[in-house]
């Protein structure tokens, strides 16, 4: 397949050129997940990776695909409920049906930060911020391992009221952060920062569906990546909306949360889903 890089021509001004370089020799999740999402932002070493996952397990296109279709009925849902703020953190390279676009469907006033600390996914920066909704919305490159940091930055406060609920969006991102990074004590902190009535949206990979062969084949393929990954249990996973109010129907399988018709229902994902309001 041909290394389409067309993406570097067309969205970048001098100023928002990333100042770290792409690597595009190392496989990189945002990169990977495009390919599996049929998108063309991608480099062969993405390639190669995410074709031995398919090699392993190959649904997982369909899984990511299953994915996003999650992180948009979730949010049509959390706006639905008069909340028109998202910090959406591990946004992904755009594709069809970003935070911003579904958000300002059904409030065209909806604020959105976008957050990775993944440059390629500042380079698409316009086309985050493009739409046809009047909300703002901003894209900034930072870490989730340090949420004091995202907390802090003046442009997130451009876009977000801290003192009305936002929701916090953490989608397909978790399970990039280690358990010895304490990925629990992460969300704490940026759930603090948020008031009452503020949501939780979450998706996070799982092993518990698979035979643990292919969990740890998927482990080892992405050792080689830019960011490794650490599959979660069920009771790990609900440990994120410690204190929360889950939303119907609770912890579920992520084709479970909600599915808008029968076929969405039976895609089969290894993933956990859930949303949760902040008492
Ligand atoms: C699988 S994609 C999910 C994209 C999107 N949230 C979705 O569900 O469609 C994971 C994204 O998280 C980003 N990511 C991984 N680790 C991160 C970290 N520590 N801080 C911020 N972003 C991170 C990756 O760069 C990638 O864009």
Known sequence: MENDVSWMATDWTEEERPATDLRPEMPHPARIYNYFLGG????????????????VAPRTPGA?????????????????????????????????????????????????VYV???????????????GAGHGATAVIQADLREPA???????????????????????????????????????????????????????????DFDPPATAEAGKQIYKKAAAQVSPRTREQVARFTAGLEEVEPGLVALSRWRPESAEQAEVWAPGYAVVARKP
């Not at 299953?66 to 049509?76: I, S």
């Not at 609920?165 to 629990?184: G, I, Q, R, T």
């Open 149 to 207: 940091a995202i907390l802090a930055d003046p442009r997130v406060h451009e876009v977000l009221d801290f003192d009305r609920p936002v929701a916090l969006m953490l989608v397909a991102v978790l399970h990039f952060v280690d358990e010895e990074l304490d990925p629990y004590g992460l969300v704490a902190t940026l759930l603090e920062a948020l008031p009452s009535g503020s949501y939780l949206i979450l998706s996070h990979a799982t092993g």
């Open 116 to 130: 990775d600390n993944d440059p390629i996914v500042l380079a698409h920066a316009r086309a985050l911020m493009a």
């Open 40 to 55: 063309k932002d991608n480099f062969p070493a993405d390639r190669a990776a995410a074709e031995q996952m398919i090699a």
């Open 64 to 112: 990511a695909k299953a994915n996003r279709a999650f992180l948009q009925r979730a949010v049509r849902f959390v706006a639905g409920q008069g909340i028109d703020q998202f910090l959406d953190i591990g946004t992904g390279i755009p594709t069809a049906g970003n935070t911003h676009e579904v958000a300002q469907q059904v409030n065209p006033k909806a604020g959105v």
